[in-house]
Protein backbone atom coordinates (compact mmCIF):
# COMPACT_ATOMS: atom_id res chain seq x y z
CA UNK A 1 0.00 0.00 0.00
CA UNK A 2 1.60 3.07 -1.01
CA UNK A 3 2.10 5.57 1.86
CA UNK A 4 3.43 9.46 1.55
CA UNK A 5 4.91 11.19 4.29
CA UNK A 6 6.17 14.72 4.27
CA UNK A 7 8.57 16.43 6.94
CA UNK A 8 8.80 18.70 8.38
CA UNK A 9 5.26 18.89 9.46
CA UNK A 10 5.52 23.02 10.51
CA UNK A 11 7.99 25.63 9.90
CA UNK A 12 8.20 28.59 10.09
CA UNK A 13 10.83 31.01 8.73
CA UNK A 14 11.39 34.79 8.33
CA UNK A 15 10.58 36.53 4.91
CA UNK A 16 13.12 36.23 2.04
CA UNK A 17 14.76 32.44 3.20
CA UNK A 18 15.07 29.68 0.69
CA UNK A 19 13.07 26.60 2.01
CA UNK A 20 13.18 23.37 0.96
CA UNK A 21 10.24 20.52 1.74
CA UNK A 22 10.58 16.85 1.38
CA UNK A 23 8.12 14.33 0.35
CA UNK A 24 9.04 10.36 0.71
CA UNK A 25 6.67 7.81 -0.76
CA UNK A 26 6.74 4.05 -0.30
CA UNK A 27 5.53 2.95 -4.12
CA UNK A 28 8.24 4.16 -7.11
CA UNK A 29 5.33 2.70 -9.12
CA UNK A 30 3.72 6.17 -9.55
CA UNK A 31 2.42 7.69 -12.77
CA UNK A 32 2.97 11.29 -11.24
CA UNK A 33 3.42 13.93 -8.37
CA UNK A 34 1.76 16.96 -7.75
CA UNK A 35 2.21 19.53 -5.47
CA UNK A 36 -0.57 21.54 -3.98
CA UNK A 37 -0.79 24.32 -1.82
CA UNK A 38 -3.75 25.24 0.93
CA UNK A 39 -4.84 28.28 2.74
CA UNK A 40 -7.14 27.60 5.49
CA UNK A 41 -10.55 26.85 4.97
CA UNK A 42 -9.88 26.78 0.82
CA UNK A 43 -9.37 23.78 -1.79
CA UNK A 44 -6.44 22.98 -3.12
CA UNK A 45 -4.45 24.91 -5.84
CA UNK A 46 -2.46 22.83 -7.70
CA UNK A 47 1.42 24.12 -7.76
CA UNK A 48 3.08 22.11 -9.64
CA UNK A 49 2.85 17.90 -11.80
CA UNK A 50 5.63 16.07 -12.64
CA UNK A 51 5.37 13.34 -14.99
CA UNK A 52 7.44 9.84 -13.90
CA UNK A 53 9.21 10.36 -16.25
CA UNK A 54 10.32 13.88 -15.21
CA UNK A 55 12.76 15.25 -13.15
CA UNK A 56 12.00 18.45 -12.39
CA UNK A 57 8.92 21.55 -13.16
CA UNK A 58 9.56 24.91 -12.39
CA UNK A 59 7.15 27.72 -12.22
CA UNK A 60 7.92 31.02 -10.60
CA UNK A 61 9.86 31.06 -7.60
CA UNK A 62 8.93 26.64 -7.33
CA UNK A 63 10.96 24.26 -8.47
CA UNK A 64 9.95 20.51 -7.69
CA UNK A 65 12.16 17.78 -8.05
CA UNK A 66 11.53 13.79 -8.09
CA UNK A 67 13.91 11.02 -7.96
CA UNK A 68 11.30 8.00 -8.35
CA UNK A 69 14.11 5.53 -8.05
CA UNK A 70 14.57 6.39 -4.48
CA UNK A 71 10.68 7.27 -3.68
CA UNK A 72 11.67 11.37 -3.12
CA UNK A 73 10.07 14.47 -4.48
CA UNK A 74 11.12 18.03 -3.24
CA UNK A 75 9.49 21.62 -3.41
CA UNK A 76 11.70 24.04 -3.32
CA UNK A 77 10.76 27.84 -2.74
CA UNK A 78 12.99 30.82 -3.52
CA UNK A 79 13.26 34.09 -1.56
CA UNK A 80 9.93 32.88 0.36
CA UNK A 81 6.93 35.64 0.73
CA UNK A 82 4.43 35.96 3.70
CA UNK A 83 1.70 35.29 1.27
CA UNK A 84 3.83 31.73 0.54
CA UNK A 85 2.39 31.30 4.20
CA UNK A 86 0.08 28.10 3.54
CA UNK A 87 0.01 24.42 4.07
CA UNK A 88 1.47 22.38 1.07
CA UNK A 89 0.51 18.94 0.18
CA UNK A 90 2.11 16.65 -2.11
CA UNK A 91 0.41 13.15 -3.90
CA UNK A 92 1.10 10.98 -5.50
CA UNK A 93 -1.19 9.09 -7.92
CA UNK A 94 -0.49 4.59 -7.91
CA UNK A 95 0.55 3.17 -11.42
CA UNK A 96 -2.44 1.35 -11.81
CA UNK A 97 -5.07 3.71 -10.77
CA UNK A 98 -6.37 7.46 -10.96
CA UNK A 99 -6.49 8.45 -7.23
CA UNK A 100 -3.98 10.79 -5.93
CA UNK A 101 -2.33 9.73 -2.21
CA UNK A 102 -1.31 12.26 -0.29
CA UNK A 103 0.59 13.24 2.75
CA UNK A 104 -0.33 14.90 5.53
CA UNK A 105 1.43 18.48 4.51
CA UNK A 106 3.92 20.89 5.33
CA UNK A 107 2.18 23.72 7.20
CA UNK A 108 4.08 26.66 6.28
CA UNK A 109 4.50 29.90 8.18
CA UNK A 110 6.87 33.11 6.89
CA UNK A 111 7.22 36.16 8.83
CA UNK A 112 7.54 39.92 7.61
CA UNK B 1 -17.19 27.44 -15.41
CA UNK B 2 -14.25 28.63 -14.98
CA UNK B 3 -13.35 25.93 -12.03
CA UNK B 4 -14.82 23.32 -10.21
CA UNK B 5 -17.79 24.21 -7.66
CA UNK B 6 -19.19 22.79 -4.85
CA UNK B 7 -22.41 23.93 -2.60
CA UNK B 8 -22.72 23.64 -0.32
CA UNK B 9 -19.70 25.35 1.04
CA UNK B 10 -20.87 24.77 4.69
CA UNK B 11 -23.10 22.27 6.38
CA UNK B 12 -24.29 21.41 9.67
CA UNK B 13 -26.11 18.12 10.40
CA UNK B 14 -27.47 17.04 13.55
CA UNK B 15 -26.44 12.94 13.83
CA UNK B 16 -28.90 10.93 12.37
CA UNK B 17 -29.59 13.47 9.39
CA UNK B 18 -29.05 12.30 5.41
CA UNK B 19 -26.86 14.93 3.69
CA UNK B 20 -26.31 15.92 -0.02
CA UNK B 21 -23.06 17.41 -1.22
CA UNK B 22 -23.02 18.77 -5.02
CA UNK B 23 -19.99 19.03 -7.29
CA UNK B 24 -19.88 20.67 -10.54
CA UNK B 25 -16.86 19.32 -12.55
CA UNK B 26 -15.22 21.59 -15.01
CA UNK B 27 -16.99 21.46 -18.24
CA UNK B 28 -15.98 18.53 -20.50
CA UNK B 29 -14.40 16.78 -17.69
CA UNK B 30 -14.62 13.24 -18.28
CA UNK B 31 -13.14 11.84 -14.65
CA UNK B 32 -14.48 13.14 -11.75
CA UNK B 33 -13.23 12.13 -7.83
CA UNK B 34 -14.33 12.72 -4.18
CA UNK B 35 -12.01 12.76 -1.44
CA UNK B 36 -12.29 13.38 2.43
CA UNK B 37 -10.01 15.70 4.18
CA UNK B 38 -10.07 15.32 8.36
CA UNK B 39 -8.84 17.87 10.46
CA UNK B 40 -4.85 18.11 10.00
CA UNK B 41 -5.08 15.87 7.54
CA UNK B 42 -3.92 15.22 4.02
CA UNK B 43 -7.42 14.51 1.68
CA UNK B 44 -8.16 10.42 1.48
CA UNK B 45 -9.88 8.96 -1.84
CA UNK B 46 -13.42 7.98 -1.36
CA UNK B 47 -14.52 7.17 -5.40
CA UNK B 48 -14.00 7.79 -8.88
CA UNK B 49 -16.09 8.54 -12.24
CA UNK B 50 -15.81 8.00 -15.29
CA UNK B 51 -18.22 9.53 -17.34
CA UNK B 52 -21.25 8.24 -15.41
CA UNK B 53 -19.60 5.49 -14.52
CA UNK B 54 -18.50 4.89 -10.79
CA UNK B 55 -15.11 2.84 -11.37
CA UNK B 56 -13.77 2.78 -7.95
CA UNK B 57 -15.63 3.59 -4.61
CA UNK B 58 -13.18 1.63 -2.74
CA UNK B 59 -12.82 4.67 -0.47
CA UNK B 60 -16.36 5.27 0.88
CA UNK B 61 -15.95 4.35 4.36
CA UNK B 62 -19.36 2.25 4.96
CA UNK B 63 -22.42 1.80 3.42
CA UNK B 64 -23.79 5.11 4.47
CA UNK B 65 -21.78 6.91 1.50
CA UNK B 66 -23.38 6.74 -2.10
CA UNK B 67 -22.22 8.73 -4.85
CA UNK B 68 -23.46 9.40 -8.28
CA UNK B 69 -23.03 11.38 -12.03
CA UNK B 70 -25.92 9.83 -13.70
CA UNK B 71 -25.50 12.29 -16.66
CA UNK B 72 -21.40 12.34 -16.37
CA UNK B 73 -21.16 16.11 -15.21
CA UNK B 74 -23.04 17.25 -11.82
CA UNK B 75 -21.85 14.82 -9.36
CA UNK B 76 -23.79 14.22 -6.09
CA UNK B 77 -22.37 12.40 -2.83
CA UNK B 78 -24.49 11.29 -0.28
CA UNK B 79 -23.84 10.54 3.66
CA UNK B 80 -26.85 9.03 5.00
CA UNK B 81 -27.66 8.99 8.83
CA UNK B 82 -24.73 11.25 9.21
CA UNK B 83 -22.60 10.42 12.92
CA UNK B 84 -20.07 12.82 13.90
CA UNK B 85 -17.15 10.91 12.45
CA UNK B 86 -18.66 12.18 9.49
CA UNK B 87 -17.32 15.82 10.54
CA UNK B 88 -14.95 16.66 7.89
CA UNK B 89 -14.40 19.16 4.48
CA UNK B 90 -15.52 16.67 1.63
CA UNK B 91 -13.46 17.65 -1.75
CA UNK B 92 -14.06 17.01 -5.42
CA UNK B 93 -11.69 17.20 -8.26
CA UNK B 94 -12.04 16.58 -11.59
CA UNK B 95 -9.51 16.20 -14.90
CA UNK B 96 -10.16 16.38 -18.23
CA UNK B 97 -9.92 12.17 -19.17
CA UNK B 98 -8.84 9.14 -17.62
CA UNK B 99 -5.09 7.79 -17.24
CA UNK B 100 -2.85 8.70 -14.48
CA UNK B 101 -1.47 11.28 -16.37
CA UNK B 102 -3.79 14.26 -15.74
CA UNK B 103 -3.51 16.68 -13.36
CA UNK B 104 -6.72 17.10 -10.86
CA UNK B 105 -8.49 20.47 -10.36
CA UNK B 106 -9.84 21.11 -6.76
CA UNK B 107 -13.02 22.78 -5.59
CA UNK B 108 -13.53 24.31 -2.79
CA UNK B 109 -14.56 21.96 -0.79
CA UNK B 110 -17.62 21.72 1.61
CA UNK B 111 -17.42 21.63 5.07
CA UNK B 112 -19.47 19.23 7.12
CA UNK B 113 -20.33 19.58 10.84
CA UNK B 114 -22.17 16.88 12.19
CA UNK B 115 -23.48 17.70 16.07
Known amino acids: KQEVTQIPAALSVPEGENLVLNCSFTDSAIYNLQWFRQDPGKGLTSLLLIQSSQREQTSGRLNASLDKSSGRSTLYIAASQPGDSATYLC???????????FGTGTRLQVFP | GAGVSQSPRYKVAKRGQDVALRCDPI?????LFWYQQALGQGPEFLTY????????KSGLPSDRFFAERPEGSVSTLKIQRTQQEDSAVYLC?????????????FGPGTRLTVL
Open chain 2, 49 to 56: FQNEAQLD
Open chain 1, 91 to 101: AVIDYNTDKLI
Open chain 2, 27 to 31: SGHVS
Open chain 2, 93 to 105: ASSVTSGGANEQF
